[in-house]
């Protein structure tokens, strides 16, 4: 099992709360990844850093921002939280070298806004 | 980065049966990943291939590669009811971002 962690792992909150999902590796791995799924759907990347002080917007757009000061650390915050941002988030973390890219996640955060 | 399209979209098969699931991709690739995600839960890797590989083991997963055809399988032998769960591809691309996208998945059902 990897070493990559997600809290909460279920949130139920009400409309224009801010919250901050928190995603932590033990592994040291410089790669870390924030994707969006819906049940039964596809995962949709958001976020992604490539280290320390570097993040970037994924493939869909998301109201959502991050920040990565620490290697094993990749906080993801919603400033107002809306019904729209019910869904699950997965954490992830890659290191090219030695594992080629493979991709170790989180068990995720289920949110659900009131 | 590309996204891989497993097919089929859901598959039910009896315990002890093979499961075979297919993995279609556009351009060339440094790797090939399968993943498998639990109703709810992470997705969890369970092997890679890479683009000069053909075939490779792991348990009771057998992985194929074809470059030429730019497609890849999954046969899980010997199936279980803990086996139920969707199962993903994902193409690493070459030269690219390491980014991977994955499809819909293709959601495997093993009856008891």
């Known amino acids: 099992e990897a070493d990559i962690y997600q809290t909460p792992r279920y949130l139920v909150i009400g409309t224009g709360k801010k919250i901050t999902l928190e995603c932590s590796q033990t592994?040291?791995?410089?790669?870390m990844y924030w994707y969006q799924q819906d049940p039964g759907m596809e995962l949709h990347l958001i976020h992604y850093?490539?280290?320390?002080?570097?993040?970037e917007k994924g493939d869909l757009s998301s109201e959502s921002t991050v920040s990565r000061i620490r290697t094993e650390h990749f906080p993801l915050t919603l400033e107002s939280a809306r019904p729209s941002h019910t869904s699950q988030y997965l954490c992830?973390?890659?290191?090219?070298?030695?594992?080629?890219?493979?991709?170790?996640f989180g068990p995720g955060t289920r949110l659900t806004v009131l | 980065s590309q996204q891989g399209e497993e097919d089929p979209q859901a598959l039910s098969i009896q315990e002890g049966e093979n499961a075979t699931m297919n993995c279609s991709y556009k351009?060339?690739?440094?790797?090939l990943q399968w993943y498998r995600q639990n109703s709810g839960r992470g997705l969890v890797h369970l092997i890679l291939?890479?683009?000069?590989?053909r075939e490779k083991h792991s348990g009771r997963l057998r992985v194929t590669l074809d470059t030429s055809k730019k497609s890849s399988s999954l046969l899980i032998t010997a199936s279980r009811a803990a086996d139920t769960a969707s199962y993903f591809c994902?193409?690493?691309?070459?030269?690219?971002?390491?980014?991977?996208?994955f499809g819909k998945g293709t959601k495997l059902t093993v009856n008891p």
């Open positions: 992830a973390s890659s290191e090219l070298g030695t594992s080629l890219g493979a991709q170790f």
């Open positions: 592994m040291g791995h410089d790669k």
């Open positions: 850093s490539y280290g320390v002080n570097s993040t």
């Open positions: 351009t060339s690739i440094n790797n």
């Open positions: 291939i890479r683009s000069n590989e």
């Open positions: 994902a193409p690493l691309t070459q030269g690219g971002s390491e980014k991977l996208v």
